[in-house]
């Protein structure tokens, strides 16, 4: 089955403490990205991939690293949390192939993180 | 300033009735936009995409409209079911940009079908 899958699905951790949070796809996409999403607010792009070593910043990329050493894998990493980053977070991919405006983005079922 | 404004915030239905969520934009400019369902506890899923070009396109129970002019969308849903139940969300892609193809994203309705 084509997906996008991230882990944990919850995460409580305590402000100061680095964690990943993993992202892997099956669907051979090129391009991967990042976001939170926070009530009341739409999505907000974190960081995005468009192939394999090449990663760049989103809106919000301050406090969030992320790398991109393999096609399947985008793990986000969160080297000092803070309870400002208490969100939901969405790892999702999308065919390069077919162009940025024929694709739609394939989302993982999201990550809910709480920084204390 | 591009912007995406979704309204309802939330909408109450019972099951079997008709609705409409809006969706005004001032995105320039304009690629396309796409209407996602986002069900409980997962991750948005794309129902539909309009482009400059197109007024209306259907899935299903589900049928977009899109007036370019008045620079609004509608997604309709026709007789509705509890799977319903979700929150809808409006994207609009700014272009013509290749490297990154950025989104601007509506706060979601969301949408109770009740029994």
């Known amino acids: 089955e084509a997906q996008v899958t991230q882990n944990p699905r919850y995460l409580i951790t305590v402000t100061g403490k680095k964690l990943t949070v993993t992202c892997s796809q099956n669907m051979n996409h090129e391009y991967m990205s990042w976001y939170r999403q926070d009530p009341g607010l739409g999505l907000r792009q974190i960081y995005y991939s468009m192939n394999v070593e090449v990663t760049d910043k989103g809106d919000v990329p301050e406090g969030y690293k992320v790398s991109r050493k393999e096609k399947r894998n985008f793990p986000l990493i969160l080297e000092s949390p803070s309870p400002n980053q208490t969100s939901l977070y969405f790892c999702a991919s999308r065919d390069g192939t077919l162009g940025p405006y024929n694709s739609p983005l394939h989302f993982g079922n999201g990550t809910r993180l709480t920084v204390t | 300033k591009n912007q995406v404004e979704q309204s309802p915030q939330s909408l109450i239905i019972l099951e079997g009735k008709n609705c409409t969520l809006q969706?005004?934009?001032?995105?320039?400019?304009?690629?396309?936009l796409r209407w996602y369902k986002q069900d409980t506890g997962r991750g948005p899923v794309s129902l539909t995409i309009?482009?400059?070009s197109e007024n209306t396109k259907s899935n299903g129970r589900y049928t977009a409209t899109l007036d370019a002019d008045t620079k609004q969308s509608s997604l309709h849903i026709t007789a509705s079911q509890l799977s319903d139940s979700a929150s809808y969300i409006c994207v609009v892609g700014v272009g013509p940009r290749e490297s990154n193809y950025q989104l601007i994203w509506g706060a979601g309705t969301k949408l109770i079908i009740k029994p």
């Open positions: 309009m482009t400059f």
């Open positions: 969706c005004n934009y001032t995105v320039s400019p304009f690629s396309n």
